[in-house]
């Protein structure tokens, strides 16, 4: 059982987030590989407009915030197309607004950074029970589900501190590290669907349906840019075969590029 695990009382105190900024391809990355390192786009814009679209790309860009004038140059639109993209992006809780000395300003909107509920804890191992990770026998299935359990968490927490997030799941460090790293340079921690599943989580927790639906949602965006050969190599060696909540893969994969890569070696660094 995942609950007698997880120590759901221990003090994982929430940090707030990391730095949203794009990653420097020159730098190095002490996470994880370079190729991940390497990795810069966009944050999710799917199930937008066109016009909202550039409305917040526009916003994402300033750090300052902007207000509606700059908006409507920078965006290239017209005054009632602009109202209305922002009117959405405030419904879909992307963007927020402000008054700055009598002016309204529009800033992207941030995940939370303390946690969304009391009982976190206890919910995320609960749910981790009900709808486990692991996929018995199937070593990719389970990297997959691991990295879906590693942002629910983040966000159940508001924590992007992977030292905590490790000693709550007892995961590898070095793969909560790469994960994390992951989300920040390809989602920024700001894109729609990660806004989607907070709100899920936040207003209708127990429809597990619909938090698999969102963690799908995100997992295959996720998966469609990130995804190539050597980094599939590089998560699952990370991994090294551990599970939430401490348990290792206990199959040998009847895929042979897996038994290659992958490292069962308990005494694996975390």
Not at 43 to 49: D, K, T, V
Not at 61 to 77: C, R, V
Not at 179 to 197: A, F, N, Q
Request: hydrophobic share 40%; with cysteine.
């Amino acid at each position: 059982m995942i609950q007698s695990v997880l120590d759901v009382n221990s003090d994982l105190t929430p940090c707030l987030p990391a730095d949203q900024s794009a990653a420097d391809p020159s730098s190095p990355d002490p996470a994880s590989p370079s190729s991940l390192a390497r990795l810069s786009v966009s944050a999710s814009f799917s199930g937008l407009s066109t016009e909202e679209r550039f409305v917040l790309f526009a916003i994402q860009q300033s750090s300052d915030g902007l207000d509606e004038s700059d908006l409507w140059f920078l965006a290239n639109l017209k005054v009632a197309p602009t109202k209305k993209a922002l009117a959405a992006l405030q419904n879909l809780k992307l963007v927020e607004r402000r008054s700055d000395e009598g002016v309204a300003r529009y800033y992207t909107a941030t995940l939370s950074s303390v946690p969304l509920f009391p009982g976190w804890r206890s919910w995320f191992a609960d749910f981790c029970t009900e709808e486990p990770p692991q996929c018995e026998g199937d070593t990719l299935g389970t990297t997959f589900g691991t990295v879906q359990a590693v942002i629910l968490l983040a966000l159940l927490s508001g924590s992007r501190d992977a030292k905590l997030i490790t000693r709550f799941t007892l995961l590898p460090r070095l793969f909560v590290d790469y994960v994390l790293e992951m989300i920040r340079l390809v989602e920024k921690w700001c894109s729609v669907g990660l806004h989607d599943l907070e709100r899920v989580l936040n207003d209708t927790r127990d429809n597990h349906d619909e938090i698999r639906d969102c963690l799908h949602s995100i997992m295959e965006r996720l998966w469609s840019i990130w995804w190539s050969a050597e980094r599939d190599v590089e998560i699952n060696r990370l991994r090294a075969g551990h599970q939430i909540g401490g348990h290792v893969d206990n199959w040998v994969d009847d895929c042979e590029y897996i038994r290659n890569i992958m490292c069962f070696d308990p005494g694996c660094p975390r």
